[in-house]
Nanobody, 124 residues
């Protein structure tokens, strides 16, 4: 079992930056692949970024955020981060943290482990 709690959302102007955090419970955090998803109003929840578990150190990004967002993890703090730079109004949505032992399942959003979400609003 993994419990996830996001923080760091808020209102920011276009071109600005935010850093989201996701604190995870459990002693096996380092073994989980961790990811971020977002859901805009009236749309499906979409994959944003993922970081592989163990010491793989691999990261994956959706095309719309590649080069602007950076996912990182601190296994000592059981926390994963999403640094978001050069934000655009279309980045607005609820951002969810997710975890899964299988990377592909995580990236498809088929995991059972989700946080409650944090709102990010980017004004133009």
């Amino acid at each position: 079992q993994v419990q996830l709690v996001e923080s760091g959302g808020g209102l920011v102007q276009a071109g600005g930056s935010l850093r989201l955090s996701c604190a995870a419970s459990g002693r096996t955090f380092s073994t989980y692949n961790m990811g971020w998803f977002r859901q805009a109003p009236g749309k499906d929840r979409d994959f944003v970024a993922a970081a592989s578990g163990w010491s793989g150190g691999n990261t994956y990004y959706a095309d719309p955020v590649n080069g602007r967002f950076t996912i990182s993890r601190d296994n000592a703090k059981n926390t994963v981060y999403l640094q978001m730079n050069t934000l655009k109004p279309e980045d607005t949505g609820v951002y969810y943290c997710a975890a899964d032992s299988v990377l592909g399942r995580l990236q498809r959003g088929e995991t059972d482990y989700w946080g409650q979400g944090t709102q990010v609003t980017v004004s133009s």
